[in-house]
């Protein structure tokens, strides 16, 4: 059970950090914010500080409110830069793939970007 809590505690941490992020990134002060929200700005100031969480409804609210997706409220910068590290490897090897079937299939060199 109290695994179950620090990953719960861990993730409000994140939330709340990556939510005080976006407001400051959008110029809002946490009144602002907690008005748009239809919260209170002490309800916004534990949500940041990941003291408290809040509803699937309200994280609606929150990802529509700044356009982003829930990854960047619930991934830190280092878990972002390693899955986006992963994905550019991962299309990197199926454009590699891809390459070496066209000249099997028709006898042509693709030469990619990053080939020496």
């Known amino acids: 059970m109290k695994k179950d809590e620090d990953s719960i ?3 409000a941490v ?3 950090s990556n ?3 976006l407001r400051k990134e959008h110029n809002l002060t946490q009144e602002k914010l907690a008005e748009a929200l239809n919260i209170t700005p002490k309800h916004l100031g534990e949500l940041e500080a990941g003291r408290s969480f809040t509803s699937a409804a309200m994280l609606d609210e929150i ?3 700044f ?3 829930y990854n960047e ?3 830190s910068a280092e878990q972002s830069k390693a899955i ?3 994905a550019a490897r ?3 090897e199926m454009l590699r793939n891809a390459s070496e079937e066209f000249d099997r299939q028709y006898g042509i060199t693709l030469h990619l970007a990053d080939d020496d």
């Open 9 to 11: 505690s861990s993730a």
């Open 14 to 16: 994140t939330f709340g």
């Open 19 to 21: 939510l005080r992020k």
């Open 63 to 65: 990802v529509n409110y």
């Open 67 to 69: 356009g982003v997706g």
């Open 73 to 75: 409220l619930f991934l």
């Open 84 to 86: 986006e590290a992963e």
């Open 90 to 92: 991962m299309a990197s």
